[in-house]
């Protein structure tokens, strides 16, 4: 394979991979915009694929598969947005307890039904979301580097990654041009001034966490019936927890957070790529775990501050009393 062929995979399977990651990051967003934080992205995206899986199996249709996915994490998201915003509780505890009660029921009714230690059967056909190719992308693959980015790094994917990659541009132009965009920016930051306005406090926040809901659920089906074609347990693999920190790199803003989660992609996939074939002059073979952990350690340098302050929505993580 010639270096343009390989860096074309290289991309490719980084939009791939980053798709998740960017969901859970916009889910996210909306979020904690609205002044919700939202630690049990990994548990709705993990209950998700599980039911998508589970329902694409029994039915053959990967599109009911979706809808189940986003019913139950919108069902997650809704026991989150219950307790931290009807009573008030901890964001935090309530989102572990959310990934806590999703690694474990998907687990056990996994291997309950099928016995397979968890894992649904395998997926094929209608039953999963198939790539799309891109209008002409045959037909310029012949051009040097424009058709073979359009035809091997733009196309080719399911039409999840393209709803995904939509959601960012429809992402910035609600928060930033829409009335209920710029009240959620509100309420993350001043929930007492929205409440003096006259706007209801408590539902726009189940509107954000509903949303939440929905991005968390396509995450998930795209996980267990695009990318994969089947649910294994814990499949998810800190994929939300990745997602979060995308956010944070991005301060809470949608175009950098794209711009975050195809980093995050792009050393996933240059870490798969690469494998135990790296041979530093002078030091040697590269330890693939070294390599496979390049993600991780990004993160972990972002949230140590390493990206400069990134301040939260003031009001984020903070329950809000009406005053009488």
Known sequence: MDTVNMLASVAAAAVRISTPYLLCCLAGLYSERSGIVDIGLEGKMLAGAFAAAVTAATFGSAWLGLAAAVLTSVGFSLLHGVASIRYRGNQVVSGVAINMLALGLTAFIGNVWYGQGGRTPDLSGAARFQPVDLPGAQAVLGVPVVGQIYSDVLSGHSILVYFAFACVPLTAWVLYKT????????????????????????????????????????????LSTADSAAFVSNMTGGRGYMGLAALIFAKWRPWPALGACLLFG??????I????????????????????SLPYILTVLMLAGFVGAANPPRAAGMPYLKER
């Open 273 to 292: 790529r690469i494998g135990e074939g790296l041979v530093v002059p002078g030091i040697g073979q590269v330890p693939s775990e070294l390599i496979s």
């Open 266 to 271: 792009l050393l996933d996939a240059i870490s």
């Open 179 to 222: 009335r209920f965009g710029l009240r959620l920016r509100a309420v993350g930051e001043n929930p007492q001034a929205v409440d003096t306005a006259g706007i209801s406090v408590s539902w726009l926040r189940y509107r954000a966490v509903l949303v939440c809901g929905v991005l968390t659920g396509v995450a998930g089906a795209y």
